[in-house]
């Protein structure tokens, strides 16, 4: 696609249940990442991805996180057992490799904004 | 882990004046540095790229500059306008790329 494409939008969920938020890069990018954005706050790095795989998940707040990559392309994050300080705005972004004669720009997708009630 | 920090936090200016934001990290190891900026509930949009070789870029009124090896850029806005008000963030790219937590920059009209 012309850019990252995040979905959905909007997600408003109830407490203790499941949520997968999704991302698809631009493509031919092989770098994705996942950040967090509560209100009023900077981005907090969550994981990292090369390809299919995540050399650095130390932003992972709890176990209750994860992400998966598959293809090197799409990725989606799932939150089990949601709380309300989950609530945020969830943003991707991705890029080419470094050395890759595109460049490395990094470019965002609208995020997602979670709200568990 | 790169450390991101931005001075300052806030800035409030009248139309028309020029102001420089800045940035610095911890970690001068990078590919590149980018400056983007946040309009409030929504994404990050690029504003300038400034690869690791390079010490200066332009876009428009947006002046950035590099100096890598201490760690430090600067973006500079020339005749400021509101529609600069938003949240900018610079984000130095290595195998990962941090954020600090942004200089939130109002316009006055």
């Known amino acids: 696609g012309a850019g990252v494409s995040q979905s959905p939008s909007n997600k408003v969920t109830e407490k203790g249940k499941d949520v997968e938020l999704r991302c698809d890069p631009i493509?031919?990018?092989?770098?994705l990442y996942w950040y967090r954005q509560s209100l009023g706050q900077g981005l907090e790095f969550l994981i990292y991805f090369q390809g299919n795989s995540a050399p650095d998940k130390s932003g992972l707040p709890s176990d209750r996180f994860s992400a998966e990559r598959t293809g090197g392309s799409v990725s989606t994050l799932t939150i089990q057992r949601t709380q309300q300080e989950d609530s945020a705005v969830y943003l991707c972004?991705?890029?080419?490799?470094?050395?890759?004669?595109?460049?490395?720009?990094?470019?965002f997708g609208q995020g997602t904004r979670l709200t568990v009630v | 882990k790169q450390e991101v920090t931005q001075i300052p936090a806030a800035l409030s200016v009248p139309e028309g004046e020029n102001l420089v934001l800045n940035c610095s990290f911890t970690?001068?190891?990078?590919?590149?540095l980018q400056w983007f900026r946040q309009d409030p509930g929504k994404g990050l949009t690029s504003l300038l790229l400034i690869q690791s070789s390079q010490r200066e870029q332009t876009s428009g009124r947006l002046n950035a500059s590099l100096d890598k090896s201490s760690g430090r850029s600067t973006l500079y806005i020339a005749a400021s306008q509101p529609g600069d008000s938003a949240t900018y963030l610079c984000g130095p790219g290595a195998n990962n790329l941090f954020f600090g937590t942004g200089t939130r920059l109002t316009v006055i009209p």
């Open positions: 972004a991705s890029s080419f490799n470094p050395g890759h004669p595109k460049g490395t720009e990094a470019f």
């Open positions: 970690d001068s190891a990078i590919y590149n």
């Open positions: 493509s031919g990018h092989t770098a």
